[in-house]
Protein backbone atom coordinates (compact mmCIF):
# COMPACT_ATOMS: atom_id res chain seq x y z
CA UNK A 1 0.00 0.00 0.00
CA UNK A 2 1.22 3.30 -0.89
CA UNK A 3 -1.39 5.86 0.04
CA UNK A 4 -0.01 6.80 3.65
CA UNK A 5 3.38 7.24 2.15
CA UNK A 6 4.52 11.30 3.43
CA UNK A 7 5.50 13.76 0.73
CA UNK A 8 9.20 13.93 0.41
CA UNK A 9 10.32 17.40 2.92
CA UNK A 10 11.52 19.99 1.55
CA UNK A 11 15.02 20.90 2.43
CA UNK A 12 16.45 23.75 4.48
CA UNK A 13 18.99 25.55 3.16
CA UNK A 14 22.33 24.62 3.19
CA UNK A 15 25.53 25.85 2.10
CA UNK A 16 28.81 28.10 4.15
CA UNK A 17 25.93 29.91 5.86
CA UNK A 18 24.28 26.99 8.15
CA UNK A 19 25.89 27.79 11.44
CA UNK A 20 29.17 25.72 11.92
CA UNK A 21 28.28 23.94 15.41
CA UNK A 22 28.26 21.26 16.84
CA UNK A 23 24.42 20.75 18.32
CA UNK A 24 22.83 17.58 19.81
CA UNK A 25 19.18 18.05 20.19
CA UNK A 26 18.22 14.57 20.41
CA UNK A 27 19.46 10.86 20.58
CA UNK A 28 21.29 10.16 17.33
CA UNK A 29 19.73 9.01 15.34
CA UNK A 30 16.66 10.85 16.39
CA UNK A 31 13.05 9.67 16.08
CA UNK A 32 12.35 11.57 12.82
CA UNK A 33 15.93 9.42 11.26
CA UNK A 34 14.54 5.99 13.24
CA UNK A 35 11.32 6.09 11.25
CA UNK A 36 12.77 7.11 8.12
CA UNK A 37 15.45 4.46 8.30
CA UNK A 38 12.32 1.89 8.66
CA UNK A 39 10.69 3.37 5.73
CA UNK A 40 13.83 3.02 4.18
CA UNK A 41 14.59 -0.43 4.85
CA UNK A 42 11.11 -1.70 3.45
CA UNK A 43 11.85 0.51 0.09
CA UNK A 44 15.59 -0.16 -0.57
CA UNK A 45 17.58 -3.45 -1.46
CA UNK A 46 19.66 -4.72 1.33
CA UNK A 47 22.79 -4.78 -0.41
CA UNK A 48 23.15 -0.70 -0.17
CA UNK A 49 23.98 -0.34 3.31
CA UNK A 50 24.17 2.70 5.78
CA UNK A 51 26.84 3.52 7.81
CA UNK A 52 25.21 6.06 10.03
CA UNK A 53 21.30 6.04 9.58
CA UNK A 54 20.88 9.86 10.41
CA UNK A 55 19.27 11.32 7.47
CA UNK A 56 20.27 14.80 6.27
CA UNK A 57 17.95 17.51 5.71
CA UNK A 58 21.13 20.75 4.73
CA UNK A 59 25.04 20.95 4.93
CA UNK A 60 27.54 23.31 4.34
CA UNK A 61 31.19 24.56 5.21
CA UNK A 62 31.67 21.59 8.12
CA UNK A 63 28.37 20.49 9.17
CA UNK A 64 25.66 18.19 8.04
CA UNK A 65 22.35 19.18 9.39
CA UNK A 66 19.51 16.05 9.85
CA UNK A 67 15.50 15.90 9.92
CA UNK A 68 15.86 16.05 13.88
CA UNK A 69 17.53 19.35 13.90
CA UNK A 70 21.05 17.74 14.95
CA UNK A 71 24.16 19.56 13.46
CA UNK A 72 27.02 17.09 13.02
CA UNK A 73 30.57 17.67 12.35
CA UNK A 74 31.25 16.39 9.11
CA UNK A 75 34.92 14.23 8.73
CA UNK A 76 33.61 12.21 5.55
CA UNK A 77 32.82 14.85 2.76
CA UNK A 78 30.51 11.84 1.36
CA UNK A 79 33.67 10.10 0.94
CA UNK A 80 35.66 12.79 -0.30
CA UNK A 81 33.10 14.69 -2.59
CA UNK A 82 32.27 17.48 -1.36
CA UNK A 83 35.83 18.86 -0.40
CA UNK A 84 34.44 22.51 -1.92
CA UNK A 85 32.05 22.10 0.38
CA UNK A 86 27.95 20.98 0.31
CA UNK A 87 26.26 23.50 -1.68
CA UNK A 88 29.02 25.60 -2.25
CA UNK A 89 28.12 29.21 -3.35
CA UNK A 90 29.81 29.10 -6.71
CA UNK A 91 28.16 25.28 -7.55
CA UNK A 92 24.89 26.00 -7.01
CA UNK A 93 25.03 29.58 -9.48
CA UNK A 94 26.73 27.54 -11.87
CA UNK A 95 24.13 24.21 -11.26
CA UNK A 96 21.00 26.97 -11.16
CA UNK A 97 21.92 28.51 -14.27
CA UNK A 98 22.23 25.42 -16.51
CA UNK A 99 19.33 23.61 -15.29
CA UNK A 100 17.18 26.77 -15.94
CA UNK A 101 18.94 26.89 -19.25
CA UNK A 102 18.55 23.05 -20.19
CA UNK A 103 19.23 19.77 -18.36
CA UNK A 104 20.87 17.43 -21.05
CA UNK A 105 20.94 16.92 -24.72
CA UNK A 106 23.78 14.30 -24.81
CA UNK A 107 27.44 15.58 -25.91
CA UNK A 108 27.09 12.52 -28.34
CA UNK A 109 24.42 13.89 -30.05
CA UNK A 110 24.53 18.14 -29.90
CA UNK A 111 27.28 19.05 -27.72
CA UNK A 112 27.59 22.01 -25.36
CA UNK A 113 30.66 24.25 -24.19
CA UNK A 114 30.10 23.14 -20.47
CA UNK A 115 31.54 19.56 -21.42
CA UNK A 116 34.72 21.11 -23.33
CA UNK A 117 35.41 23.41 -20.93
CA UNK A 118 35.63 21.32 -18.37
CA UNK A 119 37.91 19.14 -20.39
CA UNK A 120 40.01 22.16 -21.23
CA UNK A 121 40.57 22.49 -17.30
CA UNK A 122 41.26 19.31 -16.97
CA UNK A 123 44.10 19.16 -19.22
CA UNK A 124 45.49 21.92 -17.71
CA UNK A 125 45.28 21.27 -14.01
CA UNK A 126 46.84 17.88 -14.69
CA UNK A 127 50.60 17.08 -14.04
CA UNK A 128 52.83 17.14 -17.47
CA UNK A 129 53.72 19.29 -19.83
CA UNK A 130 52.55 17.76 -23.01
CA UNK A 131 49.33 17.80 -25.24
CA UNK A 132 46.47 16.22 -23.39
CA UNK A 133 42.88 15.28 -24.11
CA UNK A 134 39.85 14.35 -21.75
CA UNK A 135 36.55 12.53 -21.81
CA UNK A 136 34.15 12.69 -19.50
CA UNK A 137 32.03 9.78 -17.81
CA UNK A 138 29.38 9.90 -14.77
CA UNK A 139 30.93 7.55 -11.66
CA UNK A 140 34.45 6.90 -10.66
CA UNK A 141 34.09 2.91 -11.77
CA UNK A 142 33.38 4.42 -15.38
CA UNK A 143 36.15 6.41 -15.17
CA UNK A 144 38.41 3.58 -14.76
CA UNK A 145 36.79 1.16 -17.04
CA UNK A 146 37.35 3.79 -19.64
CA UNK A 147 40.94 3.87 -18.44
CA UNK A 148 42.11 0.63 -18.91
CA UNK A 149 39.54 0.41 -22.64
CA UNK A 150 41.87 3.37 -23.65
CA UNK A 151 45.60 1.76 -22.61
CA UNK A 152 44.00 -1.48 -24.11
CA UNK A 153 43.30 0.19 -27.42
CA UNK A 154 46.54 2.20 -27.78
CA UNK A 155 48.96 -0.66 -26.78
CA UNK A 156 47.09 -3.49 -28.52
CA UNK A 157 47.88 -5.48 -25.37
CA UNK A 158 45.02 -6.73 -22.78
CA UNK A 159 46.98 -7.59 -19.26
CA UNK A 160 46.31 -5.19 -16.54
CA UNK A 161 48.55 -4.93 -13.02
CA UNK A 162 46.75 -3.49 -10.27
CA UNK A 163 47.68 -3.92 -6.21
CA UNK A 164 46.79 -5.71 -3.21
CA UNK A 165 43.98 -3.66 -0.63
CA UNK A 166 43.25 -1.40 -4.39
CA UNK A 167 39.09 -0.49 -4.42
CA UNK A 168 38.88 0.86 -7.82
CA UNK A 169 34.88 0.02 -8.23
CA UNK A 170 31.72 -2.20 -7.91
CA UNK A 171 31.31 -2.68 -11.81
CA UNK A 172 32.29 -6.05 -13.14
CA UNK A 173 35.74 -5.09 -14.28
CA UNK A 174 36.28 -2.90 -11.62
CA UNK A 175 35.10 -5.52 -8.83
CA UNK A 176 38.07 -7.70 -10.54
CA UNK A 177 40.63 -4.51 -10.06
CA UNK A 178 39.22 -4.33 -6.55
CA UNK A 179 40.87 -6.28 -4.15
CA UNK A 180 38.89 -6.85 -1.29
CA UNK A 181 36.15 -9.41 -1.21
CA UNK A 182 33.88 -8.83 1.38
CA UNK A 183 31.86 -6.98 0.86
CA UNK A 184 32.20 -5.61 -2.68
CA UNK A 185 33.42 -8.94 -4.90
CA UNK A 186 31.51 -12.16 -2.52
CA UNK A 187 28.93 -13.56 -4.73
CA UNK A 188 29.23 -11.56 -7.87
CA UNK A 189 31.66 -13.37 -9.92
CA UNK A 190 32.67 -14.82 -12.37
CA UNK A 191 34.72 -11.44 -12.78
CA UNK A 192 36.69 -9.76 -16.00
CA UNK A 193 39.77 -11.96 -16.82
CA UNK A 194 43.61 -9.86 -17.14
CA UNK A 195 43.40 -8.44 -14.05
CA UNK A 196 47.03 -9.61 -12.01
CA UNK A 197 47.18 -8.40 -8.57
CA UNK A 198 50.88 -7.89 -7.22
CA UNK A 199 52.22 -6.88 -3.16
CA UNK A 200 51.75 -3.41 -2.56
CA UNK A 201 54.44 -0.68 -0.56
CA UNK A 202 52.34 -0.85 2.42
CA UNK A 203 55.17 1.04 5.01
CA UNK A 204 53.63 0.28 7.92
CA UNK A 205 53.15 -3.56 7.31
CA UNK A 206 56.70 -4.07 5.13
CA UNK A 207 58.55 -7.46 6.88
CA UNK A 208 61.85 -5.57 6.48
CA UNK A 209 60.64 -2.12 8.19
CA UNK A 210 59.08 0.92 6.45
CA UNK A 211 62.07 2.85 4.86
CA UNK A 212 63.17 -0.19 2.81
CA UNK A 213 59.36 -0.30 2.08
CA UNK A 214 59.71 1.75 -1.49
CA UNK A 215 62.32 0.11 -3.29
CA UNK A 216 61.73 -3.63 -2.43
CA UNK A 217 58.38 -3.78 -3.10
CA UNK A 218 58.84 -1.88 -6.62
CA UNK A 219 61.71 -3.99 -7.47
CA UNK A 220 59.37 -7.23 -6.10
CA UNK A 221 56.80 -5.58 -8.69
CA UNK A 222 59.33 -5.09 -11.48
CA UNK A 223 59.88 -8.64 -11.26
CA UNK A 224 56.48 -10.22 -10.88
CA UNK A 225 55.73 -8.15 -14.16
CA UNK A 226 59.05 -9.44 -16.01
CA UNK A 227 58.45 -12.74 -15.16
CA UNK A 228 54.70 -13.51 -14.14
CA UNK A 229 52.70 -11.13 -16.16
CA UNK A 230 55.29 -10.89 -18.95
CA UNK A 231 56.15 -6.88 -20.08
CA UNK A 232 54.58 -7.56 -23.74
CA UNK A 233 51.11 -8.37 -22.27
CA UNK A 234 50.75 -5.80 -20.10
CA UNK A 235 48.92 -2.83 -21.31
CA UNK A 236 48.29 -0.73 -17.75
CA UNK A 237 49.81 -0.59 -14.74
CA UNK A 238 46.86 0.72 -12.14
CA UNK A 239 47.73 2.68 -8.85
CA UNK A 240 45.92 4.85 -6.64
CA UNK A 241 49.06 7.25 -5.11
CA UNK A 242 46.89 6.86 -1.72
CA UNK A 243 45.15 3.91 -1.42
CA UNK A 244 41.50 5.04 0.02
CA UNK A 245 38.73 2.09 0.53
CA UNK A 246 42.09 0.08 1.35
CA UNK A 247 42.98 1.96 4.50
CA UNK A 248 44.95 5.43 3.41
CA UNK A 249 47.99 3.50 2.86
CA UNK A 250 50.49 5.94 1.32
CA UNK A 251 52.89 3.59 -0.74
CA UNK A 252 56.66 3.80 0.42
CA UNK A 253 58.42 6.81 -0.64
CA UNK A 254 60.29 5.83 -4.30
CA UNK A 255 57.32 3.07 -5.31
CA UNK A 256 55.61 5.47 -7.34
CA UNK A 257 58.31 6.77 -9.07
CA UNK A 258 60.38 3.75 -9.91
CA UNK A 259 56.66 2.21 -11.01
CA UNK A 260 56.14 4.81 -13.56
CA UNK A 261 59.59 5.05 -15.02
CA UNK A 262 59.41 1.62 -15.40
CA UNK A 263 56.03 2.04 -17.58
CA UNK A 264 57.49 4.14 -19.46
CA UNK A 265 60.31 2.09 -20.54
CA UNK A 266 58.21 -0.46 -21.74
CA UNK A 267 55.17 0.81 -23.49
CA UNK A 268 52.82 0.26 -20.13
CA UNK A 269 49.89 2.84 -20.13
CA UNK A 270 50.43 4.43 -16.44
CA UNK A 271 47.03 5.10 -15.12
CA UNK A 272 46.66 7.21 -11.24
CA UNK A 273 43.13 6.17 -9.50
CA UNK A 274 42.72 9.81 -8.38
CA UNK A 275 39.47 9.59 -7.43
CA UNK A 276 39.59 9.89 -3.68
CA UNK A 277 42.88 12.09 -3.95
CA UNK A 278 42.22 14.14 -6.49
CA UNK A 279 41.43 17.87 -6.57
CA UNK A 280 43.38 19.30 -3.79
CA UNK A 281 42.07 16.43 -1.31
CA UNK A 282 45.75 15.76 -0.16
CA UNK A 283 47.74 19.88 -0.40
CA UNK A 284 48.31 18.66 -3.71
CA UNK A 285 45.75 19.43 -6.75
CA UNK A 286 47.11 15.63 -7.46
CA UNK A 287 48.22 13.31 -5.23
CA UNK A 288 50.95 11.79 -7.73
CA UNK A 289 52.89 15.18 -7.67
CA UNK A 290 53.98 14.22 -3.69
CA UNK A 291 56.43 12.09 -5.86
CA UNK A 292 56.59 14.08 -9.23
CA UNK A 293 55.29 11.49 -11.00
CA UNK A 294 53.12 11.96 -14.58
CA UNK A 295 51.16 9.45 -14.97
CA UNK A 296 49.99 9.17 -18.24
CA UNK A 297 46.33 8.42 -17.66
CA UNK A 298 44.67 10.04 -14.40
CA UNK A 299 41.05 8.91 -13.57
CA UNK A 300 38.93 11.63 -11.81
CA UNK A 301 35.94 11.76 -9.72
CA UNK A 302 34.31 12.51 -6.36
CA UNK A 303 36.09 15.98 -6.08
CA UNK A 304 35.54 17.02 -9.33
CA UNK A 305 32.10 18.50 -8.71
CA UNK A 306 31.20 19.61 -5.17
CA UNK A 307 28.63 16.57 -5.01
CA UNK A 308 27.41 16.36 -8.87
CA UNK A 309 27.84 12.58 -10.50
CA UNK A 310 30.99 13.30 -12.86
CA UNK A 311 33.92 11.65 -13.46
CA UNK A 312 37.01 11.58 -15.98
CA UNK A 313 39.70 10.05 -17.94
CA UNK A 314 42.85 13.11 -18.73
CA UNK A 315 45.86 12.61 -20.44
CA UNK A 316 48.67 12.39 -23.19
CA UNK A 317 46.51 13.17 -26.60
CA UNK A 318 47.78 10.18 -28.14
CA UNK A 319 46.85 7.77 -25.86
CA UNK A 320 43.30 9.09 -25.17
CA UNK A 321 42.59 9.25 -29.26
CA UNK A 322 43.96 5.29 -29.61
CA UNK A 323 40.40 4.51 -28.59
CA UNK A 324 38.06 4.83 -32.71
CA UNK A 325 35.55 7.47 -32.99
CA UNK A 326 32.30 6.49 -31.22
CA UNK A 327 34.31 4.11 -28.67
CA UNK A 328 34.26 6.03 -25.41
CA UNK A 329 30.79 8.36 -24.41
CA UNK A 330 27.11 7.44 -22.62
CA UNK A 331 24.46 8.72 -22.69
CA UNK A 332 25.04 11.19 -19.41
CA UNK A 333 28.57 11.33 -19.56
CA UNK A 334 29.45 15.01 -18.79
CA UNK A 335 25.83 15.64 -18.06
CA UNK A 336 25.80 19.63 -18.72
CA UNK A 337 24.25 20.09 -15.09
CA UNK A 338 27.37 18.16 -13.54
CA UNK A 339 29.75 20.13 -15.58
CA UNK A 340 28.53 23.74 -14.39
CA UNK A 341 29.28 22.26 -11.12
CA UNK A 342 32.58 21.20 -12.29
CA UNK A 343 33.42 24.73 -13.02
CA UNK A 344 32.07 26.40 -10.16
CA UNK A 345 34.14 23.71 -7.85
CA UNK A 346 37.56 24.13 -9.48
CA UNK A 347 36.84 28.11 -9.69
CA UNK A 348 36.15 27.64 -5.69
CA UNK A 349 39.10 25.75 -5.30
CA UNK A 350 41.30 28.48 -6.95
CA UNK A 351 39.37 30.88 -5.30
CA UNK A 352 39.76 29.92 -1.14
CA UNK A 353 43.20 27.98 -2.31
CA UNK A 354 41.74 25.04 -1.24
CA UNK A 355 45.08 22.93 -1.96
CA UNK A 356 46.96 24.98 0.74
CA UNK A 357 44.14 24.93 2.89
CA UNK A 358 44.08 20.68 3.06
CA UNK A 359 47.92 21.19 4.38
CA UNK A 360 46.71 23.84 7.04
CA UNK A 361 44.01 20.74 8.23
CA UNK A 362 47.32 18.58 8.36
CA UNK A 363 48.61 21.10 10.41
CA UNK A 364 45.99 21.05 12.98
CA UNK A 365 45.00 16.96 12.52
CA UNK A 366 48.21 15.52 12.13
CA UNK A 367 50.22 16.81 15.28
CA UNK A 368 46.64 15.82 17.50
CA UNK A 369 46.23 11.77 15.68
CA UNK A 370 50.06 11.79 16.44
CA UNK A 371 49.37 12.80 20.35
CA UNK A 372 46.36 10.18 20.40
CA UNK A 373 49.31 7.71 19.48
CA UNK A 374 51.66 8.35 21.93
CA UNK A 375 48.67 7.69 24.75
CA UNK A 376 46.63 5.29 23.11
CA UNK A 377 48.50 1.93 22.61
CA UNK A 378 46.14 0.70 19.66
CA UNK A 379 47.00 3.26 17.86
CA UNK A 380 49.53 1.07 15.10
CA UNK A 381 50.05 4.01 12.64
CA UNK A 382 49.32 7.66 11.81
CA UNK A 383 49.53 8.33 8.28
CA UNK A 384 48.04 10.07 4.91
CA UNK A 385 48.39 13.61 3.38
CA UNK A 386 46.62 16.97 3.75
CA UNK A 387 42.78 16.43 4.64
CA UNK A 388 43.26 12.69 3.76
CA UNK A 389 44.26 11.14 7.31
CA UNK A 390 44.07 8.21 9.42
CA UNK A 391 44.86 5.84 11.72
CA UNK A 392 45.47 2.19 11.92
CA UNK A 393 44.06 0.31 14.94
CA UNK A 394 45.88 -2.89 16.23
CA UNK A 395 45.91 -4.84 19.63
CA UNK A 396 48.17 -3.39 21.50
CA UNK A 397 51.59 -4.93 21.43
CA UNK A 398 50.93 -6.33 18.26
CA UNK A 399 50.19 -5.34 14.37
CA UNK A 400 46.86 -7.84 14.80
CA UNK A 401 44.30 -4.99 13.37
CA UNK A 402 41.27 -5.14 15.40
CA UNK A 403 38.56 -4.12 13.75
CA UNK A 404 36.25 -4.24 16.99
CA UNK A 405 37.77 -1.26 18.30
CA UNK A 406 37.75 0.62 15.44
CA UNK A 407 34.21 0.24 15.29
CA UNK A 408 33.55 0.86 18.97
CA UNK A 409 35.45 4.22 18.36
CA UNK A 410 33.53 5.29 15.39
CA UNK A 411 29.74 4.17 16.66
CA UNK A 412 31.30 6.57 19.98
CA UNK A 413 31.93 9.34 17.66
CA UNK A 414 28.73 8.95 15.82
CA UNK A 415 26.55 9.37 18.63
CA UNK A 416 28.95 13.01 19.86
CA UNK A 417 27.71 14.00 16.66
CA UNK A 418 30.90 13.61 14.29
CA UNK A 419 30.99 11.51 11.57
CA UNK A 420 34.19 9.58 11.15
CA UNK A 421 34.61 6.78 7.93
CA UNK A 422 36.61 3.65 8.22
CA UNK A 423 38.24 1.69 5.88
CA UNK A 424 40.93 -1.01 5.56
CA UNK A 425 41.66 -4.10 3.89
CA UNK A 426 41.12 -5.65 7.98
CA UNK A 427 37.97 -2.89 8.98
CA UNK A 428 40.61 -1.50 11.46
CA UNK A 429 41.48 2.06 9.77
CA UNK A 430 39.64 5.29 11.46
CA UNK A 431 39.81 7.49 8.16
CA UNK A 432 39.33 11.70 8.18
CA UNK A 433 37.85 13.29 5.42
CA UNK A 434 36.53 17.03 5.99
CA UNK A 435 35.15 19.28 3.71
CA UNK A 436 38.31 21.56 2.79
CA UNK A 437 36.05 24.41 3.59
CA UNK A 438 35.52 23.01 7.28
CA UNK A 439 36.29 26.00 9.92
CA UNK A 440 39.25 25.58 12.68
CA UNK A 441 36.90 25.45 15.47
CA UNK A 442 35.25 22.69 14.32
CA UNK A 443 38.34 20.59 13.51
CA UNK A 444 39.51 20.74 16.65
CA UNK A 445 35.78 20.01 17.90
CA UNK A 446 36.03 17.33 16.14
CA UNK A 447 39.51 15.77 17.46
CA UNK A 448 38.15 16.15 21.22
CA UNK A 449 35.33 13.96 20.41
CA UNK A 450 37.62 11.72 18.88
CA UNK A 451 39.77 11.72 21.58
CA UNK A 452 36.85 11.32 23.94
CA UNK A 453 35.91 8.24 22.10
CA UNK A 454 39.30 6.32 21.82
CA UNK A 455 39.70 7.20 26.02
CA UNK A 456 35.61 5.63 26.47
CA UNK A 457 36.48 2.51 23.71
CA UNK A 458 39.89 1.64 24.75
CA UNK A 459 42.45 1.80 27.97
CA UNK A 460 45.01 4.32 27.67
CA UNK A 461 48.36 3.18 27.83
N1 LIG B 1 38.54 4.50 -7.26
C1 LIG B 1 40.13 5.25 -5.56
O1 LIG B 1 37.85 5.67 -3.94
C2 LIG B 1 35.14 5.19 -4.77
C3 LIG B 1 33.41 3.75 -2.68
C4 LIG B 1 32.26 3.64 -1.77
P1 LIG B 1 32.51 5.39 -7.79
N2 LIG B 1 35.34 5.06 -3.37
C5 LIG B 1 34.15 5.02 -2.53
C6 LIG B 1 31.53 2.34 -1.92
O2 LIG B 1 31.53 1.57 -0.95
O3 LIG B 1 30.99 2.08 -3.02
C7 LIG B 1 36.34 4.98 -5.65
C8 LIG B 1 37.65 5.23 -5.18
C9 LIG B 1 38.74 4.98 -6.04
C10 LIG B 1 37.31 4.26 -7.74
C11 LIG B 1 36.18 4.50 -6.96
C12 LIG B 1 34.84 4.24 -7.56
O4 LIG B 1 34.11 5.43 -7.68
O5 LIG B 1 32.15 6.82 -8.13
O6 LIG B 1 32.00 4.95 -6.46
O7 LIG B 1 32.19 4.44 -8.89
Known amino acids: MTDSVDLVMLPARGGPSLPQERRLVTEIPGPQSVALFA ?38 AGIAVVSVGNAAEQVVAEVIDQVAAFTHTCFMITPYEGYVAVCEQLNARTPGDFPKKSALFNSGAEAVENAVKIARAFTGRSAVVVFEHAYHGRTNLTMALTAKNMPYKHSFGPFAPEVYRLPMAYPYRWPTGPENCGPEAAAAAISAMKTQVGVDEIAAVLIEPI ?13 LPALSQFCTENGIVFIADEIQTGFARTGEMFAVSHENVVPDLIATAKGIAGGLPLSAVTG ?5 DAAHVGGLGGTYGGNPVACAAAL ?6 DELD ?9 AIMAPRLRELAGRFACVGDVRGRGAMLAVEIVKPGTTDPDAATTS ?16 GTYGNVLRFLPPLVIPDHLLREGLDVLEEAFAASTKAS
Open 39 to 76: RRNEAVARGVSTMLPVFITAAGGGVLVDVDGNSLIDFG
Open 344 to 349: GAMHTI
Open 243 to 255: QGEGGFIVPGEGF
Open 354 to 362: LVGRARDIE
Open 316 to 320: RADIM
Open 408 to 423: AIAKACHAAGVVVLTA
